[in-house]
């Protein structure tokens, strides 16, 4: 037979015998002079089994003919029964003998009966193109000796071509010199997971197999029809060819056979289509493994797998997450299917390859208004070896070796991670090539050299479907966007309460009986491991007690929701109780009892906390003031807190909007000598070292600061600040929070000149005040302008002098200005009358610009050094300079 392209044929007709255009799979029975036959329960209707007897057996041709009558003894030694059927005389029988194996008695050879498995292969247009077989080894007459090589698939729609591999005849042959006889008429056969004759008739040693149809056109509905040998037909009839009884073949020329897994099998079989307990001394397994390419799943009964048996592998759960446009996205999607370390109940019988790809993306899932899903169908999957999958559209996939993965009992596979401008959850379909060459129709098992590489090198030869990639992401909402949450926050505001929704990739990823939970975990080291391992945090760490929800009861308990689109936490929202640039893992659960928790995103802290630059009118519509936010010391000022935007492009101030209480306190970074003891106290700044280096953990040194809760009196006299609140009801959002008190009319002063740190808390107890102390947290520092003060000069009269003013943020528009010492600069609010016993301009030429100040003039800096000032919360090292040129008089 010319295979297709004619590429390797040769090899191929060198490698493995062929037998009437079919692959053959060869059972070689081994002899005695009895005989017994088995199988289990048939789901097709037979005729009632005979009475016990001694009945003619098959014959060799010739003057061999010979009639006997056959012992068997059950393999525990219980009640002896005659055998009711012969299987073979002459060589080739079935006997009672240590479990009951094929043996040979005499003659190793053993190779008279062939087992045969063939498929038609065809392209996807349905245009056959050969038909393949395959067959064991001739049998040297021991146990399970020999063995053929099968290859576990899928199904396409029809209209894509079907079942890529499809097994349609089975055929059991003896060679021309014996024949079945008519003891034979409904032999059966059955596919079992165990090599031990007596458990063919139990129920456990079914072995679920895979979708031989999805479409049968019945009334021009969609449907999918199942393969025999598993669980929903496990028996499969075997037919005479003539009822004559001297027949070579008993064989099913219309069967749908599909191996799901991978693994290695063995056929129970029965002369009489009835496989039960008490006719067990009947069956026996035919000396002839299956080896079957494929991977394997524990999906008949593993952990959060589905149950329903045949084609369940395709339902296996591969969960996955990105985020939110790429932000920190990690490549955490692992296929692992090795002899050492590979996902737990997963294994694979690989050839020369053995790889995984995957399909392209499902399509939309139908829903109603109210996000469930609608009409008998509403999911669109895409099968495995349809066309190539999504690559550059979803993954980024530079610097990756392509669509094609080694995932095999040595090595494991890892997806790339998704492109950074990919912000929708999206599945796909995982799909593993057996070893597979479409152009011959057979596996590369045993090949040496190069030969193997004609395997799996294209999409269409990843043929079996071993589950469903769920690539999970979250949306992070506000109580008033949640509904939509477009575009979504990328992240929180630390101890502000936010909304968060995870949303549901397409093809069934979320359960919609609202039986679901949420919960937040610590972030470690090993949080970005495959989902399905043991030892993820999801699976074994509690709730984190940074998830602050208003009701201690909500913690893991709160369902997100029935909508198959979406799951959203907002009847509590929650709070992340932890400071800036911080995260936790965000763990979601399909099921409420038992729960099996995976991670579908990560939740982050703001950056920074965002400064305003004014007091807006937004509390009150009294309100009609804007006053700006403390800049000068000494000077009236607001201070107001800044969020709530979203949709920036990763901007350090994306984050949720503010709501509640809040209060807040100063204190000096780089003023006040408050740190250390005796003769060695100095600022907050020079304690830390951060006069010197600024250290990877900053934060962290800063916030415990804070927590030592060290407001200073001699900073600001209303220390700590005004409550910040923003109106409403609890959960009523702002983009600002003003710490201006309950009335949002009081304001503050700073007297000192300096850097200020400024700390945050946000979870107030009843009672107005920061609940615990380690909740206080570092929220930044702003730059109270103005010079040092505090400073004595001593100068002669008539003389001109210069005055050297230290200070923060000084610039060349400030001015001075002299009073008499019985006086306060603070007089008529800030604007005190000023002394006239001095010149101002000097030295002057000509005795011109020198003259006596009058009581509004300010001497101006004369050569004012330029200083770098940067915007509230830059910090301004202290020591800017003006030199002023005064005569006193």
């Known amino acids: 037979m010319a295979l297709p392209g004619g590429r390797c044929a040769e090899r ?5 015998g062929r037998v009437g255009g079919l692959f053959q799979l060869l059972f070689v029975l081994g002899q005695k002079a009895s005989s017994v036959a088995q199988v289990v329960e048939s789901s097709r209707s037979h005729a009632s089994r005979s009475n016990p007897g001694a009945v003619p057996g098959s014959e060799p041709q010739g003057e061999r003919r010979a009639e006997f009558v056959a012992s068997a003894v059950e393999a525990d030694n219980r009640e ?24 040979a008695d005499g003659d190793p050879g053993g190779e008279n009966l062939t087992l045969i498995f063939s498929y038609k292969l065809e392209d996807r247009s349905g245009n056959l193109l050969a038909n393949i077989e395959s067959q064991n080894a001739p049998s040297t007459g021991t146990k399970f000796n020999t063995q053929v090589t099968l290859m576990a698939a899928g199904a396409r729609d029809e209209t894509d071509g079907g079942a890529p591999l499809r097994y349609e005849t089975v055929s059991l042959r003896l060679t021309s010199l014996y024949r079945f006889s008519s003891l034979h008429d409904q032999a059966t056969i059955r596919l079992s997971s165990s090599s031990d004759r007596s458990d063919c008739y139990r129920d456990n040693i079914k072995v679920p197999m895979g979708i031989a149809s999805r479409d049968d ?6 449907n999918t029809l199942k393969s025999d ?37 063995y056929l129970c079989y029965t002369p009489d289509g009835t496989f039960d307990e008490d006719t067990n001394y009947k069956e026996n397994v035919v000396s002839v493994d299956l080896k079957v390419l494929g991977v394997k799943s524990p999906c008949s009964g593993g952990p959060n797998s589905p149950v329903e048996g045949d084609g369940c592998i395709e339902n296996e759960r591969w969960d996955c997450f990105f985020s939110y446009e790429g932000d920190g996205s990690v490549s955490n999607c692992e296929f692992n299917f090795q002899d050492d370390g590979a996902r737990p109940g997963w294994s694979v019988t690989s050839g020369d390859r053995s790889m995984i790809t995957w399909s392209s993306a499902y399509g939309a899932d139908v829903l109603d208004a109210s996000g469930n899903l609608n009409g008998p169908d509403p999911f669109s999957p895409k099968w495995c070896a349809v066309g190539a999958p999504d690559t550059g559209t979803i993954f980024d996939d530079a610097g990756s070796p392509g ?10 596979a890892t997806m790339p991670a998704v492109r950074s401008n990919h912000s929708v959850p999206f599945s796909i379909s995982a799909c593993y090539c057996p070893s597979y060459d479409m152009l011959s129709g057979e596996p590369c098992d045993g090949m040496t050299g190069t030969d193997a590489n004609i395997c799996c090198d294209v999409h269409q030869e990843f043929i079996q479907m071993v589950g469903k990639v769920y690539y999970w992401t979250i949306r992070i909402c506000d109580m008033d966007n949640y509904e939509t949450c477009a575009p979504p926050y990328r992240r929180v505001l630390p101890q502000q309460r936010f909304v968060l929704r995870i949303e549901c990739p397409p093809g069934g990823a979320c359960e919609t009986a609202g039986d679901n939970l949420i919960k937040y975990v610590e972030v470690t080291a090993d949080s970005d491991m495959a989902s399905w391992k043991e030892s993820h945090p999801c699976k074994i760490t509690a709730e984190t007690p940074a998830a602050e929800w208003p009701t201690v009861s909500a913690s893991e308990a709160l369902s997100g929701g029935i909508r198959a689109d979406y799951k959203v936490w907002y009847t509590q929202p929650v709070k992340i109780n932890k400071s800036l640039k911080k995260r936790v893992d965000v763990c979601y659960s399909n099921s409420m009892t038992p729960t099996y928790y995976f991670k579908v995103g990560v939740v982050k802290t703001a950056d920074h906390f965002g400064f305003a630059s004014k007091f807006p009118a937004h509390h009150k519509m009294s309100n009609s003031v804007n006053k700006s936010t403390i800049k000068y010391a000494g000077g009236e000022g607001s201070f107001t807190l800044f969020s709530g935007i979203s949709g ?28 250390g003891s005796g003769s060695q106290l100095t600022t907050m700044e020079g304690h830390l070292g951060f006069d010197k280096t600024m250290h990877w953990d900053q934060q962290e040194q800063l916030d415990a600061q804070c927590q030592r809760y060290r407001p200073s009196a001699s900073l600001i006299s209303t220390n700590p600040l005004p409550l910040a609140q923003v109106l409403g009801p609890e959960n009523t959002i702002h983009r600002y929070h003003t710490f201006s008190g309950t009335g949002q009319d009081q304001y503050v002063t700073v007297k000192l000149a300096g850097v200020v740190a400024v700390c945050y808390c946000a979870i107030i107890s009843q009672s107005n005040q920061c609940e615990i102390p380690s909740n206080w947290i570092y929220a930044g520092r702003i730059t109270i302008q103005g010079p040092m003060g505090y400073k004595n000069w001593q100068v002669d009269v008539d003389v001109v002098f210069k005055l050297n003013v230290d200070g923060w943020g000084l610039s060349s528009k400030d001015r001075l200005r002299f009073i008499d010492n019985s006086k306060d600069c603070s007089d008529n609010s800030g604007n005190p009358e000023g002394a006239t016993l001095f010149k101002t301009g000097c030295p002057s030429a000509m005795g011109l610009g020198c003259s006596v100040a009058d009581a ?4 101006s800096p004369a050569a004012a050094k330029e200083h770098a000032q940067g915007p509230p919360g830059a910090r301004v090292v202290p020591g800017a300079q003006h030199d002023v040129g005064i005569t006193a008089v």
Do not use: C, H
Request: hydrophobic letters at 40%; proline letters at 6%; a positive charge.
């Open 12 to 16: 191929r007709a060198g490698r493995r």
């Open 80 to 103: 002896a029964r005659p055998a009711p059927a012969r299987a073979l005389s002459g060589r080739s029988i079935l006997v009672p003998k240590e479990g009951w194996q094929w043996t």
């Open 217 to 222: 056109g019945i009334g021009g509905s969609y």
């Open 229 to 265: 040998l598993g669980f929903t037909f496990p028996n499969l009839f075997l037919d005479r060819t003539d009822a004559t009884g001297e027949d070579d073949i008993i064989e099913n020329v219309l069967a749908k056979i599909v191996f799901m897994w991978g693994g290695r099998y």
């Open 403 to 412: 669509d094609m993965y080694n995932a095999g009992r040595i090595d494991f």
């Open 648 to 675: 920036a492009t990763r901007g350090p101030f994306d984050a949720t909007p503010f709501s509640g209480k809040a209060m807040a306190y100063f204190m000096s970074y780089d003023r006040e000598r408050l740190w």
């Open 856 to 859: 509004s003039d300010a001497p």
